[in-house]
């Protein structure tokens, strides 16, 4: 089915791409050092502005307990602007916010995952055990003054019903407060696992309904890399992008099909 290539008032929170690998435990700062260097050098050109985030200071070999990855440094498109890529111990991202388009996305994502490989020191493998492609989107929303259920139903395809008499009974009223539902899904192309999560939550200051796709592949199932990368971009995006569409059939996707 062919989607709407842009969407004039979409919904983007945010478009995230994740690369995490293994961290060696030997030679793990001299190795993380080297290959931070090289890499900045690569994506200088394209992500001028260096932004040091606060863990920036932690070494590789320091992370705290059960923290396998940590974002360390921000490259920006411009000054305080977007996208940006990003990188630390174990773990690389590409972010995008409203100005996202899926082609430049693509592009820069092939750009970054070329950039790593090629930054990465010596002949090793990169050691690659997760590959994430997460959108985020939402729509103002008040539960306090709207109603959840129905808004879910005639907005979004999704429905949820608990017996009325229990409600009554616990709380003597059907309208829900908030939200937090995740559903994880088992998909074959790409490998991996679909999950979706909708929860009621803050953006910008401002009550939202706030939908989070994304599409994992990990260990195992990963792709050869980074010649397969390409066809497991196309596929995450394609299952990310019909279950978007999916969802906003109808109202909403009228809404955000013209400008403001």
């Known amino acids: 089915m062919r989607y709407p290539d842009v969407l004039p008032n979409k919904p983007l929170i945010e478009a995230v791409l994740e690369l995490g690998w293994q961290q060696g435990a030997e030679n793990a700062d001299h190795s993380y050092a080297v290959l931070l260097g090289k890499f900045a050098e690569r994506v200088r050109r394209g992500y001028p502005y260096l ?19 940590l974002v360390q440094h921000r490259f920006r498109k411009s000054q305080d602007g977007w996208p940006v890529v990003q990188i630390g111990p174990g773990i690389a991202t590409l972010n995008d916010t409203t100005a996202y388009v899926w082609s430049d996305f693509r592009k820069r994502a092939l750009g970054l995952v070329r950039d790593l490989y090629a930054a990465n020191p010596g002949n090793d493998p990169l050691g690659l055990r ?38 009554d009974q616990a ?3 059907q309208r829900p407060d908030g939200l937090n539902l995740q559903l994880g899904f088992g998909i074959q192309k790409p490998h991996g696992v679909l999950s979706f999560r909708i929860a009621t939550g803050m953006h910008n200051g401002v009550k939202h309904l706030i939908w989070e796709t994304s599409v994992s592949t990990q260990q195992q199932m990963l792709p050869t890399m980074p010649a397969r990368f390409p066809q497991w971009l196309s596929a995450a995006h394609a299952v990310s992008e019909a279950v978007f569409f999916g969802l906003v059939e109808g109202e909403l996707l009228e809404r955000f099909s013209h400008a403001n």
Request: aromatic residues 8%.
């Open 51 to 69: 932004e040091p985030l606060p863990g920036a200071m932690i070494p590789a070999s320091a992370l705290p307990p059960g923290v396998v990855s």
């Open 130 to 167: 997760a590959l994430t492609l997460r959108y985020f989107n939402g729509v103002p929303f008040d539960p306090e003054s709207e109603d959840l259920v129905k808004f879910l139903a005639q907005y979004l395809q999704t429905e949820i019903r608990l017996p009325k008499a229990l409600l």
């Open 171 to 173: 709380v003597g009223h």
